[in-house]
């Protein structure tokens, strides 16, 4: 009985991973085509899914777990899940890579700014 529930929930984590992916796909196209003052409201959105498919990540390793736990080997659905994860470090490294960059980039331009352009960066209840 727990190996068949742990099924269902496999299938609940595929449906919901791919109804994510297809929600950020619109929100990135929809990001693409907006106006400078609405992207910061497209990103929270974008932000927001992209929590929920981490999760639903998670819930697919701990579907992994409990089967083998339950002694029922999946190498097709270990495999996929091993590619999507690698996947997904790939990428997350390179976004820590390049805004890595931007930071370095950003901070040289701010300290060879003058003083009084300095002063406009400033946050108002910088201490």
Same mark, same amino acid.
């Given at each position: 009985?727990? %190996?068949?529930?742990?099924?269902?929930?496999? *299938?609940?984590? %595929?449906?919901?991973? &791919?109804?994510?992916?297809?929600? %950020?796909?619109? #929100?990135? &196209?929809?990001?693409?085509?907006?106006?400078?003052?609405?992207?910061?409201?497209?990103?929270?959105?974008?932000?927001?899914?992209?929590?929920?498919?981490?999760?639903?990540?998670?819930?697919?390793?701990?579907?992994? &777990?409990?089967?083998?736990?339950?002694?029922?080997?999946?190498?097709?659905?270990?495999?996929?899940?091993?590619?999507?994860?690698?996947? &997904?470090?790939?990428?997350?490294?390179?976004? @820590?890579?390049?805004?890595? *960059?931007?930071?370095?980039? %950003?901070?040289? *331009? @701010?300290?060879?700014?003058?003083?009084?352009?300095?002063? #406009?960066?400033?946050?108002?209840?910088?201490?």
């Amino acid at each position: 009985m727990l %190996i068949e529930q742990v099924r269902v929930q496999q *299938q609940y984590t %595929i449906g919901a991973k &791919e109804y994510l992916e297809k929600k %950020i796909d619109a #929100v990135s &196209e929809e990001f693409d085509g907006a106006k400078e003052e609405s992207k910061l409201s497209i990103l929270n959105t974008y932000s927001e899914l992209q929590d929920y498919l981490n999760s639903s990540y998670d819930a697919s390793w701990q579907n992994l &777990e409990w089967l083998d736990k339950l002694d029922v080997r999946d190498e097709d659905t270990e495999a996929e899940f091993k590619l999507l994860i690698g996947n &997904e470090l790939r990428l997350t490294s390179a976004s @820590i890579e390049y805004f890595g *960059q931007q930071s370095t980039a %950003i901070s040289a *331009q @701010i300290a060879s700014a003058p003083e009084a352009d300095k002063a #406009v960066c400033k946050p108002a209840n910088s201490f």
